[in-house]
């Protein structure tokens, strides 16, 4: 048996402990780091969407955005009960005919939507009603690959944690609808000077046809173009009855 004398078990040591660079040392930590952000990017999000599934939204970054522009907020969360059939139908028509149906995504949609893209250069278009939840609820606005990605994402979420009515009453208490007014109870104040449960159907789908740019138009004080709209959202919103058996049965 080869005997190592203390001198020479000394240089050994001296000697693999140099070998090992700080970048070596310093690889598990940065893989431990790494591997724990990764869960928390996971986890978190799942966590706060299934208390978000019992609970009501306090407030959303597009809230907070426009509350440091300087905008007051005018908001006030009701039960899906407290809101229209009239408007939960409008506004079905107006955004997203087949949300009843869908799992959190339309491929016809989202296949218009990347032609387009692909033609013009610019990314817009195809979201659902789950899709534009997840974008209110958890991420702010603008229309890039990263947030698009990340909204597509959270959506799994909304799906795989919520029902479909639960999606739709979130939906409809924080979606902008006005220089900071959010959710369907302070609209019906602001612009009819009423509850959201006592909307008229030419009102709902006034409501319903500023959605796409709540800033720019007005449900109280309707141009042709949402006038026009308004009416043929009205229409079909009459027509619909079995195709949202998800937000009827309430």
Known sequence: MAFVSPADATFWTFFISARMTPESKLAPRWRRLILRGALVIIISPALLTLLYALVPIPITPLMLIRAADGLTMEKEWVPLSNISLDLQRSVIVAED??????????????????????????????????????????????????????????????????????????????VEWGPGIYGAEAAARHHFNKSAATLSTHEAALLAAVLPSPRRWSASKPGPYVRTRAETIQARAAQIGAGASCITKQ
């Open 97 to 174: 005919t087949t949300f009843c149906t869908h799992h959190g995504f339309e491929p016809d949609a989202l296949q218009k939507a990347w032609d387009n893209n692909e033609r013009g250069g610019r990314l817009r278009g195809g979201s659902t009603i789950t899709m534009q939840t997840a974008k209110n609820v958890f991420l702010w606005p603008g229309r890039n690959f990263v947030r698009k990605g990340l909204e597509a994402w959270l959506t799994l979420y909304i799906e795989a944690l919520w029902s479909k009515a639960r999606t739709i009453e979130v939906y409809l208490n924080v």
